[in-house]
């Protein structure tokens, strides 16, 4: 059974409850999972004064994985009903936000699913996590490790990402 590796963020309302509310809906569909440490960062794609917190999740299911996908979704709406995008399609603030990080060293390249995640090796918020529940995971193209990939990334101010306890 491959393993899925998913990150949650969330930058309105409480942003805790949300990220509760999502993880237990995760675990009844999918069963047991492990869990980061959640991580604080400025919106990526986007202007707001909202900052995200983010945690990681592993997880494994014999489910193909559009239908993974699909059923994360169900769980991203059923939390957040309001889409992602403003109507000109840039990104907006969003009670949650689920995207599947990885799947083992899968590599999926489809018009609903990318694997993987297109933006993984550059956002300090998938990597952190990433690290803490999976720290032998390689990129299946890269063959890097999450360590690997954030210690090629420009150092940040403190202000900008911060490591925070779930």
Same mark, same amino acid.
């Given at each position: 059974?491959?393993?899925?590796?998913?990150?949650?963020?969330?930058?309105?309302?409480?942003?805790?409850?949300?990220?509760?509310?999502?993880?237990?809906?995760?675990?009844?569909?999918?069963?047991?999972?492990?869990?980061?440490?959640?991580?604080?960062?400025?919106?990526?794609?986007?202007?707001?004064?909202?900052?995200?917190?983010?945690?990681?999740?592993?997880?494994?299911?014999?489910?193909?994985?559009?239908?993974?996908?699909?059923? #994360?979704?169900?769980?991203?709406?059923?939390?957040?009903?309001?889409? !992602?995008?403003?109507?000109?399609? +840039?990104? /907006?603030?969003? %009670?949650?936000?689920?995207?599947?990080?990885?799947?083992?060293?899968?590599?999926?390249?489809?018009?609903?699913?990318?694997?993987?995640?297109?933006?993984?090796?550059?956002?300090?918020?998938? #990597?952190?996590?990433?690290?803490?529940?999976?720290?032998?995971?390689? !990129?299946?193209?890269?063959?890097? +490790?999450? /360590?690997?990939? %954030?210690?090629?990334?420009?150092?940040?101010?403190?202000?900008?990402?911060?490591?925070?306890?779930?």
């Amino acid at each position: 059974m491959p393993y899925y590796i998913i990150n949650i963020g969330s930058n309105i309302g409480d942003r805790r409850l949300n990220l509760s509310r999502a993880m237990r809906a995760v675990g009844m569909e999918f069963g047991d999972f492990e869990m980061s440490h959640a991580v604080e960062s400025k919106p990526a794609g986007f202007d707001s004064p909202h900052r995200f917190l983010n945690v990681a999740m592993l997880f494994q299911s014999d489910m193909q994985p559009q239908e993974v996908l699909e059923r #994360l979704q169900s769980i991203e709406k059923s939390l957040s009903p309001e889409p !992602h995008r403003n109507p000109d399609g +840039t990104y /907006r603030d969003r %009670l949650i936000d689920i995207d599947i990080v990885a799947i083992d060293d899968l590599t999926i390249n489809t018009p609903s699913l990318t694997v993987p995640h297109p933006h993984l090796a550059d956002r300090r918020f998938f #990597l952190e996590p990433l690290k803490e529940i999976a720290p032998q995971w390689k !990129h299946p193209v890269s063959g890097l +490790t999450a /360590r690997q990939m %954030l210690a090629m990334l420009p150092t940040e101010n403190p202000e900008e990402t911060e490591e925070n306890e779930a």
